[in-house]
């Protein structure tokens, strides 16, 4: 007799235990990039002058659930790496959970084990699963929302989708986007002709309620409705140009159908449509109900072209939410359509495992895959040596480092270690730090993009991306060291990433690195292509 399926409960529990195991290796790592730049001080500033309103860090205008949340574990359990990664994996498992009874509901339990599973080891999914970004309990609430809307509880995926965007504010797409459905004509998610459009349009836009009330009170706090003008310049204005948002929309297309091995569950997907839907004991295997495949399409569509208009940096975990449509739509079709679907599945699911470690033949970000987790071991030895062997050298860098040093609390020293910033490590800010050699006595270089060599870029391709997205590139070590006038006394390579500490000659310290040069990691100035930013 088979056994029943597993209870919400049940499948929470199962989920959560494999995810946590899974990333047992990443719970001690410091916080990384955009965590130490901004949503783990935003906790931090909470706790310690109870302000929803970052102090010690850019103002970005985002909503104050992600910090509060981090905040209240942090309180609990004490200010550790490992607390706020299992706090986000409780997270990833409610958005696994969500997928799961998604997935069962539109398709069946085969479907919604095999999309499960494959959204948790999607290199995009896991990565940020443990990260402390505002962008996973957007998702995590967004596709709770996505899935009591499928099962008529209106009201209720009203209430996730405002905790969604409490979480982060362009999840404001997600309503925008089912409201737009609502009034397409058409069936609805059960079959039936639709009824009162205008009015469930309306309803699906509640979310905006509990939005313009955070703006308000932000606008009442700091006298403006959005972040700083730095970062309103960044992410908005700067980014409304014709060519610019055509260029996102190609980029933002291959990372929602393309990148980290999505391709394979895309192209496996297009193929299997080629083939007559299966037929067990005379009955044809359904099909995800159309109205719902033209819902979770206006929700892809909503974040490929809000996402190509906002936003500086190209970073894919905007997507978050859309990736787990695309993977039940292409494990339904998989299943539909080839009688031994299990294979090209777990081929699927095989092939996501593998591109968690291996880094593709094209630009990426660090949070991508797992290579994050070698820029932070990197940036940890580049740190410990800096804390043994320069503790009173004034240290030149830039950022994410000059966070790293000078707040204990990320994971990377003990105590602040003093720190002149410049912008990145490309020739213009070399030159800029060459000038100001009397205000520092030592260099941490690091590489603050992934520059692998690539056969995918044309001159006119990456000057555009010079001009629109921040993309730069590094001076390698040695050429730095020599422009500078010092000497490298630690040395770190991996793939194409590295980190050095350079002795400036003439200055007070003379500390020689003990250590053999060996492995390193990875970097990406304000992410994916080389953009910056906390979208």
């Known amino acids: 007799m088979p056994s029943s399926p597993p209870s919400r409960l049940q499948a929470f529990v199962i989920i959560f235990i494999a995810i946590l195991l899974l990333h047992a290796p990443l719970l001690r790592l410091p916080f990384f990039w955009d965590e130490a730049g901004f949503y783990v001080p935003a906790a931090h500033d909470l706790l310690q002058f109870h302000s929803v309103i970052a102090h010690t860090t850019i103002d970005t205008g985002h909503p104050p659930l992600p910090a509060a949340y981090l905040a209240l574990w942090f309180t609990l359990a004490g200010w550790k790496p490992a607390v706020a990664r299992i706090a986000m994996l409780l997270l990833a498992a409610?958005?696994?959970?969500?997928?799961?009874?998604?997935?069962?509901?539109?398709?069946?339990?085969?479907?919604?084990?095999?999309?499960?599973?494959?959204?948790?080891?999607?290199?995009?999914?896991?990565?940020?699963?443990?990260?402390?970004?505002?962008?996973?309990?957007?998702?995590?609430?967004?596709?709770?929302?996505?899935?009591?809307?499928?099962?008529r509880r209106l009201w209720m995926s009203q209430l996730a989708l405002s905790l969604a965007v409490l979480s982060k504010e362009t999840a404001i797409i997600i309503p925008a986007a089912l409201a737009l459905w609502e009034l397409l004509p058409g069936l609805d998610t059960d079959g039936n002709p639709k009824e009162n459009r205008w009015q469930r349009a309306l309803i699906r836009m509640t979310p905006l309620l509990p939005l313009a009330c955070w703006l308000l009170y932000h606008r009442h706090a700091t006298g403006r409705f959005f972040g700083n003008a730095e970062f309103f310049q960044y992410n908005v204005t700067s980014a409304l140009s014709p060519l610019r948002f055509l260029l996102a929309l190609l980029h933002r297309t291959w990372h929602l159908l393309g990148i980290m091995n999505m391709l394979v569950?895309?192209?496996?997907?297009?193929?299997?449509?080629?083939?007559?839907?299966?037929?067990?004991?005379?009955?044809?295997?359904?099909?995800?109900?159309?109205p719902i495949q033209i819902q979770f399409a206006c929700i892809m569509l909503a974040h490929l072209l809000a996402f190509s208009l906002v936003g500086g940096a190209l970073l894919t975990r905007y997507l978050l939410a859309a990736y787990p449509l695309v993977i039940i739509i292409g494990m339904s079709t998989l299943r539909r359509r080839l009688a031994q679907w299990q294979w090209p599945a777990a081929g699927v699911?095989?092939?996501?495992?593998?591109?968690?470690?291996?880094?593709?033949?094209?630009?990426?970000?660090?949070?991508?895959?797992?290579t994050y987790k070698d820029f932070v071991e990197l940036h940890v030895r580049a740190a410990t040596f800096l804390q043994q062997h320069e503790q009173d050298a004034a240290i030149l860098t830039a950022w994410p480092a000059t966070d790293e040093l000078s707040r204990p609390w990320l994971g990377y020293v003990k105590s602040p270690l003093p720190t002149v910033a410049v912008e990145n490590f490309t020739v213009e800010e070399i030159y800029k730090a060459r000038q100001m050699r009397n205000r520092y006595q030592v260099a941490y270089l690091f590489s603050t993009k992934y520059n692998q060599?690539?056969?995918?870029?044309?001159?006119?391709?990456?000057?555009?991306?010079?001009?629109?997205?921040?993309?730069?590139?590094?001076?390698?070590?040695?050429?730095?060291?020599?422009?500078?006038?010092?000497?490298?006394?630690?040395?770190?390579?991996?793939?194409?990433?590295?980190?050095?500490?350079v002795e400036i000659e003439g200055s007070q310290q003379s500390a020689v690195s003990s250590q053999p040069r060996g492995s390193s990691q990875h970097s990406?100035?304000?992410?994916?292509?080389?953009?910056?930013?906390?979208?």
Do not use: C
């Open 265 to 290: 569950m895309t192209g496996a997907t297009l193929a299997a449509m080629w083939f007559l839907p299966v037929s067990d004991d005379g009955h044809e295997r359904t099909r995800i109900a159309i």
């Open 94 to 151: 409610f958005a696994l959970t969500n997928v799961f009874l998604l997935a069962r509901r539109v398709a069946n339990h085969g479907v919604a084990v095999a999309s499960t599973a494959a959204t948790a080891i999607y290199p995009v999914f896991f990565a940020q699963s443990s990260l402390a970004h505002a962008d996973l309990p957007a998702a995590a609430f967004a596709l709770w929302g996505i899935r009591l809307g499928i099962e």
């Open 349 to 370: 699911i095989a092939l996501f495992a593998l591109a968690l470690f291996v880094d593709p033949p094209y630009k990426f970000a660090p949070e991508d895959n797992l």
């Open 453 to 501: 060599p690539t056969r995918f870029l044309s001159r006119w391709w990456e000057g555009a991306h010079r001009r629109y997205f921040d993309y730069h590139t590094d001076v390698d070590p040695e050429a730095a060291a020599e422009f500078l006038g010092g000497s490298i006394v630690f040395l770190a390579r991996k793939k194409a990433e590295w980190v050095a500490v």
């Open 524 to 535: 990406a100035r304000k992410h994916s292509l080389g953009n910056q930013g906390i979208l």
